[in-house]
């Protein structure tokens, strides 16, 4: 089982979900300049984060089912942040609190190494999608995130995945089909 895994299990096993959400498509879980200390995990459906600037939304992360996902920068120094959290559609969360959160982290040496293997995973995924943006062709992006995410193509559609490759949906579509 994988230390994730076994993780949420604690978390079920010791009833420390604060709260279930339950959000329509397009329901924003999270807006610019708001506070956001919880963690979600995804029970169903599937959440985009972003950024707007005055253009456009630029999309930098995905959630969708069993995966962790909270506007981290809010989450960390609780303070308002830049992002947006918004369901993509009609999607179900289990919440906790970060003070729950973390003492759960702090109450093993255990919690604290799979708190430690997420955020590594979190940073290396972030660092490799930085380089990706930064120095990659569309093509190779597209086949990084593919290999990387295969779940993704799934569970998001394609206008969504192009804002995060940082490419036209047309360009996405014409790079799928060859």
Do not use: C
Request: glycine fraction near 2%.
């Amino acid at each position: 089982m994988n230390p994730i895994t076994n993780f949420i299990e604690k978390i079920d096993q010791q009833n420390l979900w604060d709260n279930k959400l339950e959000l329509s498509r397009k329901e924003h879980l999270k807006v610019k300049g708001s506070i956001d200390t919880n963690l979600y995990f995804v029970i169903r459906g599937s959440l985009r984060i972003y950024v707007l600037d005055e253009f456009e939304e630029n999309i930098i992360r995905f959630g969708y089912k069993n995966n962790f996902i909270a506007s981290l920068d809010s989450f960390i120094t609780e303070k308002p942040s830049d992002l947006y959290i918004q369901a993509i559609k009609k999607t179900e969360l289990k919440v906790i609190k970060k003070t729950t959160f973390m003492n759960l982290i702090e109450s093993s040496e255990e919690n604290t190494k799979i708190w430690h293997i997420m955020l590594g995973d979190l940073i290396f995924q972030q660092m490799e999608r930085e380089r990706d943006i930064l120095t990659s062709s569309p093509i190779e992006r597209y086949k990084r995130v593919l290999a990387r995410s295969p779940q993704l193509f799934q569970e998001i559609p394609n206008k969504y995945i192009a804002s995060y490759l940082r490419m036209t949906p047309e360009t996405l579509s014409r790079i799928k089909k060859s």
